[in-house]
């Protein structure tokens, strides 16, 4: 499975903005994805995630009505809509895939720069 991100960039503080995360190869063996992030310094965070079979979604509390998940089963496309922006959501963006016999797929990430 290979991941790319996509959409990330320099925003200004109160923006929306929409990631993207394209998987191909073996996507008929991921049974969830998810986002994460690292804050420098830090270590890597779930954002948010969701189950590929029933759709069900988690996110942190941090960003929880803030930003929403989807996919588009279609385009084999994840997203992630991140609205009111934030400095403090500045930070790279990664996109995960879990496989059903449990292997881990990331992406290089997307960077998000929210300017205030």
């Known amino acids: 499975v290979q991941l790319v991100e996509s959409g990330g960039g320099l925003v200004q503080a109160g923006i929306s903005l929409r990631l993207s995360c394209a998987a191909s190869g073996s996507t008929f063996s991921i049974s969830a994805m998810g986002w994460y992030r690292r804050a420098p310094g830090k270590q890597r965070e779930l954002v948010a995630a969701?189950?590929?079979?029933?759709?069900?979604?988690t996110y942190t509390d941090s960003v929880r009505g803030r930003f929403t998940i989807s996919r588009d089963n279609v385009k084999n496309t994840m997203y992630l809509q991140m609205s009111s922006l934030k400095p403090e959501h500045t930070t790279v963006y990664y996109c995960?895939?879990?496989?059903?016999?449990?292997?881990?797929?990331w992406g290089r990430g997307t960077q998000v720069t929210v300017s205030s």
């Open positions: 995960n895939a879990r496989a059903l016999l449990g292997e881990k797929y």
């Open positions: 969701m189950a590929i079979g029933g759709g069900s979604t």
